[in-house]
C-alpha cells in the first residue's frame, strides 16, 4: 500500500499536481455536487467559477465537463425514468449544434472576459428565476430548440448549458421530480460534444484528465447527499436555494473576473 501511494504521489508530481491544487480541486468538486445532488443542475454552475478561482477557465472547463460526463453516465439509468423527453430531446437537438461554436470562442477569449461572462449568464438565469418567469404550457419544439442552442453555446463557451435549461424547466409545467430528472439527462447530452470540442480545439490534457478521475469519486458522494436533500425537501425550498446557489455564483465570478482584468 506504501508503494502505490508512493506511485500515485510521483504520478501527480509529473502532472504538476501538487498537494494544494487536489485539496482545491476535491472541495470545489464537492460543493458543485451537493450542488447538482439537490437541484438537478448545479454542477458547472458551481464547478467552473469555483475552479476558476485558482485555475484558468481553459482548464476549469474540461475538467468541469470531464466530471459531468462521468457522473451524468452513472446517473443515467434512473434520471431517464422520470425525465420529460418530448421537450428533452429537442433541447438536445439545438445545444449539440451550439456547442461546438461555444468551445471555438472560449479557444480565444482571455480568462478574466470569460469569468465575467461566466457572471453575467448566471445573473441573468437568477433574474429570471427570482422574478417568477412561469410558462403557462410546454414551448413548441422550435422554440425548444432554440433554447437548446442558447444552452449549446453557453457550454461550449463555459461549460455551462444550465442557465437557459434551468429557467425552461424550473419555469414550465413539469414537477419539480421530472425538471431535476431531465436536467440530469440533458447535462450528460451536452457534456458530450462539449468534451468533444474542447478536446479538438486542444484544451484537453493529462493533468485535466487526472483532475477529472480524482475528483469522481468525490462528486458521487456529494451528489448522493445533495439527492438525500433533495427527496426530503419541498418545491419551495428546492426553488430557493437554486436562485440563492446561482445568485451566490454569479457574484463569485464577476468579483474575480473583475480583480483580474484591474
Known amino acids: 500500500m506504501h508503494d502505490l501511494i508512493a506511485a500515485l ?23 458543485a455536487a451537493l450542488l447538482r445532488g439537490f437541484t438537478g443542475f448545479g454542477f458547472s454552475l458551481a464547478a467552473v467559477p469555483l475552479l476558476g478561482l485558482f485555475m484558468a477557465p481553459s482548464q476549469a472547463v474540461p475538467v468541469a465537463v470531464g466530471l459531468q460526463l462521468l ?20 433541447l438536445i437537438v439545438g445545444a449539440v449544434i451550439g456547442s461546438p461554436v461555444g468551445a471555438l470562442v472560449l ?36 422554440a425548444t430548440t432554440i ?17 437557459p435549461a434551468v429557467v425552461f424547466y424550473m419555469s414550465g409545467p413539469f414537477g419539480r421530480v421530472a425538471a431535476r430528472a431531465s ?17 479538438a480545439v486542444g484544451l484537453l490534457d493529462r493533468r485535466v484528465l487526472w483532475l477529472s478521475v480524482i475528483g469522481l469519486p468525490v462528486m458521487l458522494i456529494g451528489t448522493r447527499i445533495g439527492a438525500y436533500a433533495f427527496h426530503r ?30
Open 147 to 163: 433554447v437548446g442552442l442558447i444552452a449549446g453555446l453557453f457550454n461550449g463557451l463555459a461549460a455551462m448549458p444550465g442557465p
Open 233 to 262: 425537501g419541498s418545491d419551495a425550498l428546492h426553488r430557493q436555494v437554486s436562485v440563492a446557489s446561482l445568485g451566490i455564483i454569479a457574484l463569485g465570478s464577476a468579483i474575480k473576473g473583475f480583480s483580474d482584468l484591474m
Open 183 to 199: 436536467l440530469l439527462v440533458f447535462f450528460l447530452a451536452t457534456s458530450i460534444p462539449a468534451m468533444a470540442s474542447v478536446a
Open 9 to 31: 504521489r510521483d504520478l501527480l508530481a509529473t502532472q504538476s499536481l501538487t498537494p494544494q491544487a487536489v485539496g482545491s480541486t476535491l472541495a470545489a468538486v464537492f460543493a
Open 107 to 142: 479557444s480565444v477569449v482571455p480568462a478574466p472576459m470569460a469569468r465575467i461572462v461566466i457572471a453575467t449568464i448566471t445573473a441573468g438565469a437568477v433574474l429570471m428565476l427570482g422574478r417568477g418567469f412561469a410558462l403557462a404550457a410546454v414551448p413548441p419544439r422550435l
Open 71 to 90: 457522473a451524468g453516465l452513472i446517473d443515467l439509468r434512473a434520471a431517464s425514468r422520470a425525465c420529460h423527453w418530448p421537450s428533452l430531446r429537442w
